[in-house]
T-cell receptor
Framework: DGGITQSPKYLFRKEGQNVTLSCEQNLNHDAMYWYRQDPGQGLRLIYYSQIVNDFQKGDIAEGYSVSREKKESFPLTVTSAQKNPTAFYLC?????????????FGEGSWLTVV | AQSVTQPDIHITVSEGASLELRCNYSYGATPYLFWYVQSPGQGLQLLLKYFSGDTLVQGIKGFEAEFKRSQSSFNLRKPSVHWSDAAEYFCAVGAEQAGTALIFGKGTTLSVSS
């Protein structure tokens, strides 16, 4: 699992509801990321965080929010403002240092709007 | 603009045949290059990475990739494909600094025929 735990694996949301995806890492790494994956689109960056209490928008942050109150946790909230939230969401973390900036992924969460 | 291009959306290879997946990048700084593999409904697994040094890098599962700066390419190869290699493959580029996000290509789906 790359040291990342995502939950739930499958989530259904009604139109107009907010939903929060959990991402926890147990290896004390600083940087964490959220990517969205759609068929044929590759991975697109939503938000990332390099340190606690700080995060930056990625390419498609609109309709999403995050928090980083603890080093090990980086939850993603998909708000009702997100027009097309049905997708596969991937959380990741970085191992840096002498081996460079390598990103490792969790197993992903499927979100479906019903 | 920074980008990764994987020209082939879908490739079919016979089991036992050789494989080459293409990746071209555009990046303003010294590129750190990665190949990931994804099985359906799963997270991404790191196959190999290039940071510096020898331009031919070896990865897991018998894969290798060659960095060619003059061609801005980082093609993935395997001498003999196994049916279990059928998956989606993603090329990505990033920077040295820990905590910077990766830019991904849109992926190449590999099918293996018997």
């Amino acid at each position: 699992d790359g040291g990342i735990t995502q939950s739930p694996k499958y989530l259904f949301r009604k139109e107009g509801q907010n939903v929060t995806l959990s991402c926890e890492q147990n290896l004390n790494h600083d940087a964490m990321y959220w990517y969205r994956q759609d068929p044929g689109q590759g991975l697109r960056l939503i938000y990332y965080s390099q340190i606690v209490n700080d995060f930056q928008k990625g390419d498609i942050a609109e309709g999403y929010s995050v928090s980083r109150e603890k080093k090990e946790s980086f939850p993603l909230t998909v708000t009702s403002a997100q027009k097309n939230p049905t997708a596969f969401y991937l959380c990741a973390r970085t191992i840096g240092g002498s081996t460079g900036n390598t990103i490792y992924f969790g197993e992903g969460s499927w979100l479906t709007v019903v | 603009a920074q980008s990764v291009t994987q020209p082939d959306i879908h490739i079919t290879v016979s089991e036992g045949a050789s494989l080459e997946l293409r990746c071209n990048y555009s990046y303003g700084a010294t590129p750190y290059l990665f190949w990931y593999v994804q099985s359906p409904g799963q997270g991404l697994q790191l196959l190999l990475k290039y940071f510096s040094g020898d331009t031919l890098v070896q990865g897991i599962k018998g894969f290798e990739a060659e960095f060619k700066r003059s061609q801005s390419s980082f093609n993935l190869r395997k001498p003999s494909v196994h049916w279990s290699d059928a998956a989606e493959y993603f090329c990505a580029v990033g920077a040295e600094q820990a905590g910077t996000a990766l830019i991904f290509g849109k992926g190449t789906t590999l099918s293996v025929s018997s």
